[in-house]
T-cell receptor, first 110, second 116 residues
Framework: SQELEQSPQSLIVQEGKNLTINCTSS?????LYWYKQKYGEGLIFLMM?????EEKSHEKITAKLDEKKQQSSLHITASQPSHAGIYLC??????????FGQGTTLQVKP | GAVVSQHPSWVICKSGTSVKIECRSL??????MFWYRQFPKQSLMLMAT?????????EQGVEKDKFLINHASLTLSTLTVTSAHPEDSSFYIC????????????FGPGTRLTVT
């Protein structure tokens, strides 16, 4: 079965700093999803990547999928307190079922 | 953007009773909905896939007689936890995928169930 490993598990950064979260899959990814969650709340869809080498950006967040489609990174530029939360990567196929990584908890210190 | 709602947002029930959780897609038709559960400080675990008009497909280890899923329309799926026990206390989240053919998936805000 497919497994996703996220690193780091937790991250504390100073406001204004850049950061990167990685997601590595044990199998080739069909679709890779990035979500943000605040503790005890639902998931906010950030981006979905499907093609090898694909890169998408939204505001200050950029997600990339490597050519081999086994690794993805989420990069936040000039972090703000509003970026704090739990970032989850999810792997999905045509069925729509998602398998999630264990999550990365981000704290941004003002 | 696509919005998925859940009701209730939290519920406390006594051991042995049943609880129903609703998941609705508000501005799109969802041919497929998914139910996940999340334990504190853990990631989401898929419980079942709910397809409109057909029986739900359960993941291995999930008791289908305990977690009853009904997807009666293209905008509503329900999860009923029957004869709830304290170990069923968890955060239940649904997600919905539209019929448009894209693979974006939208999540509800979750329902926190506490069984006393």
């Amino acid at each position: 079965s497919q497994e996703l490993e996220q690193s780091p598990q937790s991250l504390i950064v100073q406001e204004g700093k850049n950061l990167t979260i990685n997601c590595t899959s044990s199998k080739t990814l069909y679709g890779l999803y990035w979500y943000k969650q605040k503790y005890g709340e639902g998931l906010i869809f950030l981006m979905m990547l499907q093609k090898g080498g694909e890169e998408k950006s939204h505001e200050k967040i950029t997600a990339k999928l490597d050519e081999k489609k086994q690794q993805s990174s989420l990069h936040i530029t000039a972090s703000q307190p509003s970026h704090a939360g739990i970032y989850l990567c999810g792997a999905g196929g045509y069925t729509g079922k998602l398998i999630f990584g264990q999550g990365t908890t981000l704290q941004v210190k003002p | 953007g696509a919005v998925v709602s859940q009701h209730p947002s939290w519920v406390i029930c006594k051991s042995g009773t049943s609880v129903k959780i609703e998941c609705r897609s508000l501005d799109f038709q969802a041919t497929t909905m998914f139910w996940y559960r999340q334990f504190p400080k853990q990631s989401l675990m898929l419980m079942a896939t709910s397809n409109e008009g057909s029986k739900a497909t359960y993941e291995q280890g999930v008791e289908k007689d305990k977690f009853l899923i009904n997807h009666a329309s293209l905008t509503l799926s329900t999860l009923t936890v029957t004869s709830a026990h304290p170990e069923d206390s968890s955060f239940y989240i649904c997600s919905a995928r539209g019929a448009s053919g894209d693979y974006e998936q939208y999540f509800g805000p979750g329902t926190r169930l506490t069984v006393t």
